[in-house]
């Protein structure tokens, strides 16, 4: 996958994280991101080239993929370990179960999390939980549009000032 591959699909996942809270074309997604626990395009595409090399790896070796990657010069998969931050983090015996893989990868995904809440300038993401668990505010029962509003509320994108916001019933 291409960088500009991977660029129009996190633009597509924002676009309809846009669509989704009513957000103008420009506004940012990374709170709505953070609030639903949705992992970007990159890490997805990690996750997958990780679950895919490892078990390329435990292939036997009469496979004909092991025999392609030892026959061939340069073969995609080793281009992919080396490039894959998520496969070069993966603790030295490999987990063995899915459990314990997807212990791995969450906790992946919380360390990315402490380290791009801790180097941000964004004031809104430092005011977020900072645990990777959804917000207690979109299991509120409600309407589509009282949702959106409580949503833009956790955003930060209601004005600051106070005035009546007029019932949407």
């Known amino acids: ?54 078990r390329a790896r435990s292939l036997p070796s009469s496979c004909l993929l092991s025999l392609l990657s030892t026959t061939l010069p340069v073969s995609r998969i080793k281009i992919h370990l080396e490039k894959n ?38 004031v809104l993401l430092r005011a977020c939980r900072p645990a990777l668990v959804v917000d207690p505010v979109l299991y509120v029962p409600a309407t589509r549009a009282e949702r959106s509003l409580l949503v833009r509320w956790r955003l930060g994108w209601l004005p600051v000032r106070p005035h009546t916001i007029v019932s949407l019933v």
């Open 85 to 122: 931050p998520l496969f070069m983090a993966l603790p030295s015996p490999a987990p063995s179960s899915d459990t314990r893989l997807k212990t791995f990868f969450r906790q992946y995904r919380e360390r990315q999390l402490t380290s791009l809440v801790t180097s941000t300038t964004q």
């Open 1 to 54: 996958m291409t960088a500009t591959d991977l660029k129009s699909i996190e633009n597509l996942q924002d676009r309809c994280l846009r669509l989704l809270v009513g957000g103008h074309r420009t506004s940012s997604t990374t709170i709505i991101k953070h609030i639903t626990t949705l992992p970007s395009m990159r890490h997805r595409i990690d996750v997958l080239i990780t679950r895919y090399c490892l």
